[in-house]
């Protein structure tokens, strides 16, 4: 199923930017917030249900004394549940709760530089959410617009974690891809 289908299933068309690269869909019943990370960041931002957020692909460079070599800065959507970040009053006291907060994190990197391709890594970490998981209890899901990409999966299971995100820094959950390639980051997706 590709995702303007399932968009179409869940009567949310109309309210997400089918141009857009990056898609986070909150299927959930309730509030999730929202940041952006990367050499700069957004503020926290509430996604109500049915809400979507969206960015194209961002691109950074930063030095990287690893390689000696200036390398493309990743990028980490974090996504918490936490209501302290709704209830703060003003930006200040929503960005002190979200830092507290457990997050979920969708992270990618897009480095136009590679050739041949593919140019774009992701990847869904748990590694600071909160034991259970935020989500454990809803699924969650990364659908590329491409079946050449991976699917990342976590299906709702609170008993263990998921095996498709790094839940361990030395895990292997990177998956290649395309930036021609959507990447939709679908919240309480469900089995
Ligand atoms: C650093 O970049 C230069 C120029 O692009 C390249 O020749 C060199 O191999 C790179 N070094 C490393 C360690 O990647
Ligand atoms: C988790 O949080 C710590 C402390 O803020 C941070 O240093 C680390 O990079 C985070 N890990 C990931 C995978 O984002
Ligand atoms: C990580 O996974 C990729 C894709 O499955 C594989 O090509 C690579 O060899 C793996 N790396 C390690 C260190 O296991």
Redesign the pocket.
């Known amino acids: 199923m590709i995702f303007s289908d399932i968009l179409l299933l869940f009567g949310m068309a109309e309210r997400c930017n089918a141009l857009a690269r990056v898609i986070v869909l909150n299927r959930c019943s309730f509030p999730v917030y929202l940041k952006s990370v990367q050499l700069n960041e957004t503020p926290p931002q509430a996604l109500f249900p049915g809400d979507c957020y969206s960015e194209t692909y961002r691109y950074a460079s930063a030095f990287n004394p690893a390689t000696g070599n200036f390398s493309a800065v990743g990028v980490?959507i974090k996504i918490t549940t936490d209501e302290a970040v709704g209830q703060s009053l003003d930006e200040t006291g929503r960005s002190a709760a979200f830092d507290s907060s457990a997050v979920t994190?969708f992270?990618y990197t897009y480095d136009p530089v590679p050739y041949p391709l593919p140019d774009l890594y992701y990847d869904l970490?748990d590694?600071?959410d909160t034991m259970p998981r935020q989500f454990c209890g809803y699924g969650i899901r990364i659908e590329p617009s491409s079946a050449e990409c991976n699917t990342i999966a976590c299906t709702p299971d609170c008993s263990q974690a998921c095996v498709d995100a790094?839940n361990n820094?030395a895990d292997n959950a990177t998956h290649a891809c395309y930036s021609t390639v959507n990447l939709n980051l679908i919240l309480c997706y469900g089995a």
């Open positions: 980490s994190q992270e970490s590694i600071n790094y820094p």
